[in-house]
């Protein structure tokens, strides 16, 4: 076993909380950065005398909403994770996972969407409301997808030790694919307000 491995299983073991946030909030920004580059969100505009490491950080999508992911891993994904389902045994958990998923999978799923319309840029309640009508049942369909599969490849080709590790890299692949779609949704959601808007002040402009 890889030392950085073993320190990193010891860690989890002796400080499983706080291992877990920790990793949360590194994946959960690594998402937004990726997800932004793949999502292709214009670059943010900033001004032509910017330090070189400004001009780096926005080429790189790297912007106030990746710490605001960062936070979201370390202070929301993770504690609700490790409470909601780290209340039983790792084993007991994953055996009931297909039946947690009728609770847990929900609960995610709307608080995953909530946070990404906020950080995203949602300024209303009815906005979130909207982004998490449009994409609840898609993240669900996911969850349901994944966690049996993923569930028989541990059980089948991965040590129980290395469980943990293994689905956090499942759930960031997930994180991941599902934040490109909230951001995909949110553009073409500002798209196609943009267009309503333009529709409207051409009709008003005829109108006169």
């Known amino acids: 076993m890889h030392p950085l491995l073993a320190q990193y299983l010891k860690q989890l073991a002796t400080h499983p909380l706080r291992t877990k946030a920790m990793t949360s909030s590194t ?41 605001k992911m960062a936070m979201y891993g370390f202070f929301v994904s993770a504690p609700m994770s490790h409470f909601l ?8 958990r994953l055996g009931q996972l297909l039946a947690s998923n009728l609770l847990i999978a929900p609960i995610n799923a709307t608080t995953f969407l909530a946070c990404m319309a906020v950080i995203n840029g949602a300024k209303s309640f009815s906005e979130v409301i909207r982004t998490v009508k449009g994409g609840f049942f898609s993240v ?21 030790e290395l469980w943990v590790p293994f689905f956090n ?17 949110r553009l073409a959601a500002l798209r196609k307000e943009a267009e309503e808007r333009e529709r409207k002040r051409a009709r008003e402009a005829t109108s006169e």
């Open 85 to 92: 389902v780290g209340l039983q045994g790792l084993k007991a």
């Open 169 to 185: 890299t499942i759930q960031f692949t997930v994180g991941t694919f599902l934040n490109i779609k909230v951001k995909k949704m």
């Open 27 to 67: 994946f959960s920004f690594l998402q937004e950065v990726i997800g932004s580059n793949v999502a292709g969100l214009p670059m943010p505009q900033i001004s032509k005398d910017a330090a070189p490491l400004t001009k780096a950080l926005a080429r790189a999508r790297i912007d106030s909403k990746a710490i």
């Open 140 to 160: 669900v369909r996911v969850s349901w997808l994944v966690s049996p599969i993923s569930l028989t490849i541990a059980q089948q080709f991965i040590p129980v």
